[in-house]
């Protein structure tokens, strides 16, 4: 890498970085909701589908997976979510069993939070960075011309709430899959 030529390069430079974990941390945890999705979805056709055999499911599985969505967007993947828990075969599920219940609850609080940081990271990602007044600073063009001085602390902390939020959504897509047994062989668990 080239040493820096420009005043604020080192700045910027380190700016965009921090963009850039901030969307990779955003895309791990669409990853962590894909997979509860997903846990989900597969629950639904093994309750519907009782007597396949497990060759059967996988077959069915697979297939499923090659016409799923994989590039939704976070917000329409949190609907779909949402849409799996009201699945019948799920949905009856959860009337059974209080823990289900109560993480079924727990679901609309952490779909609230995914959305919101969703947004901070969208609020991040879509402007341009500058060098303004000897600080890097977020741009977003015309009509607007709005800036604002950007705040290595406030990028941390967004990417580790990011971060958390996404471990938090294994762990809980962990508990569900044994009080909801997860379908396809393809499982992961967290500690």
């Known amino acids: 890498m080239c040493p820096p030529i420009f005043v604020g390069d080192i700045e910027l430079n ?3 970085s921090r963009v850039g974990m901030i969307v990779g941390a955003c895309a791990r945890l669409e990853g962590a909701i894909a997979y509860l999705e997903w846990q989900l979805k597969a629950f639904s ?3 519907e589908n009782p007597a396949a055999s497990p060759a059967d499911r996988q077959t069915a599985l697979l297939s499923e997976r090659v016409r799923w969505n994989k590039y939704a967007r976070l917000n329409k993947r949190l ?3 949402t849409e799996a828990f009201a699945a019948n075969p799920v949905s009856s599920r ?3 069993d209080q823990r289900l219940q109560e993480m079924h609850r727990q679901w609309a609080c952490l779909c609230d939070r995914a959305r919101h940081l969703a947004e901070k990271r969208n609020e991040i990602g879509h402007t341009y960075l500058g060098w303004r007044n000897n600080m890097v600073t977020r741009e977003i063009s015309r009509p607007w011309n709005d800036q604002v001085p950007v705040s290595e602390a406030e990028d941390e902390a967004l990417m580790s709430k990011i971060g958390a939020l996404a471990v938090e959504i294994g762990r809980y897509s962990t508990e569900l899959g044994k ?3 997860f379908a396809d062989q393809d499982q ?3 500690i």
């Open 14 to 16: 380190e700016a965009h």
């Open 45 to 47: 056709w093994d309750a």
């Open 79 to 81: 609907k779909l979510v």
């Open 94 to 96: 959860i009337s059974q």
């Open 179 to 181: 009080l909801l047994p």
């Open 188 to 190: 992961i668990n967290t």
